[in-house]
């Protein structure tokens, strides 16, 4: 199934029932009066967070939503059925927003979440309502009320603790399988993960975590290149970045390189991403020449503290996994830094 992160829609809620023009007619009763019914309000489009969705792909077949409308009203006083409400499931994760105005409505971070996204409309009063001392016998309803019609914009975000990132290849995937039970699609050629994955670090030092492997980040990723701002969109709301470099690819001459390639892409995206508390990774630490490619990278890193680890061999795993629960078992903090 393709990852699917946005959506476009449009939803009508349904249009209240016209009031009934009435009056009775019974035998023996000459002057019956007005006996018109409401008309039934309108059903409202709801919108609903579920752990059942993953992904906005059921948008791609369906676009546009329409709950039904409220049923007229009838003689001896009988109000109109009301339209039956509509719900639509969406991933927890969802940003709505208003296409045309670009006013967020609702951000769904809970399982089970509501929104009334647009409300029925109200049914029109009978003439029942209209009957007063002067005027005994209204011959007119009001008509009901239009329901409302929206474009909405939906963007998904991942909810993950920990945000894996780095160049293609660097062995996210590999990682996310080795310390969950996700199982991701792992190959030696760019761009293997094309979709964010899930998974789920249960360990012995308190609660299980979320981390999310995300598909590669190059440079100029802020502009759009590579797989760019779907990948920076998903990591925006992690509480911590795993930094993860591939040892075997760093440069003898910039060992520092990629660091900061990946490094100057969040900023330029957000500097507020670009502060998010880092915890630095050098993989793949079983291949030939990383141990020497990791003492250049020591040596240029100054103060900078990093793990070494190797995900296919499992070196280093349980150290990697305590170090990410340590810190996100400390209190959130805006000040919180890269380490």
């Known amino acids: 199934m393709r990852f699917i992160d946005e959506a476009t829609i449009t939803v009508q809620s349904g249009n209240g029932g016209r009031g009934c023009v009435s009056f009775r007619r019974e035998r023996f009763i000459p002057k019956g009066g007005p006996d018109g019914g409401d008309g039934g309000k309108g059903g409202d489009v709801i919108m609903a967070a579920t752990s059942q969705k993953r992904t906005l792909h059921h948008f791609s077949y369906k676009k546009h939503f329409e709950a039904p409308g409220g049923a007229a009203g009838q003689g001896r006083q009988k109000t109109g059925r009301s339209g039956e409400d509509l719900t639509i499931p969406v991933p927890v994760g969802t940003l709505v927003s208003n296409a045309e105005t670009g006013e967020v409505l609702k951000d769904f971070t809970e399982d089970g979440e509501r929104f009334i996204v647009a409300r029925g409309g ?51 995937s590999t990682l996310i399988s080795v310390i969950s039970s996700a199982r991701p699609k792992v190959g030696e050629y ?44 998903h990591i925006e709301r992690t509480r911590l970045l795993l930094h993860l470099i591939d040892a075997a690819a760093i440069d003898p001459d910039a060992p520092l390189a990629r660091y900061h ?72 903090s805006d000040s919180d830094h890269e380490y």
């Open 122 to 172: 109200r049914g029109g009063q009978g003439n029942t309502r209209f009957k007063s001392a002067t005027h005994r016998t209204p011959r007119f309803a009001q008509p009901g009320e239009p329901g409302e019609s929206f474009t909405l914009k939906l963007d998904l975000k991942l909810l993950a603790d920990v945000g894996i990132m780095g160049f293609p290849n660097a062995g996210k």
């Open 261 to 332: 390639a990946i490094n100057r892409e969040l900023a330029r995206y957000s500097p507020d991403l670009a502060a998010r508390p880092q915890l630095v990774v050098l993989n793949k630490m079983d291949l030939p020449g990383a141990d020497v490619a990791a003492e250049l990278f020591e040596m240029a890193a100054g103060d900078l503290h990093f793990l070494k680890i190797s995900a296919a061999s499992g070196e280093g795993i349980d150290a990697l996994v305590h170090a990410i629960a340590n810190h996100l078992s400390e209190p959130i």
């Open 190 to 233: 760019p761009f293997t993960t094309l979709t964010p994955n899930l998974g789920v670090v249960r360990h012995s030092r308190g609660e299980p975590f979320v981390v999310a492997d995300i598909p590669g980040l190059i440079e100029g990723a802020h502009a759009g290149a590579g797989l760019g701002i779907r990948f920076l969109r």
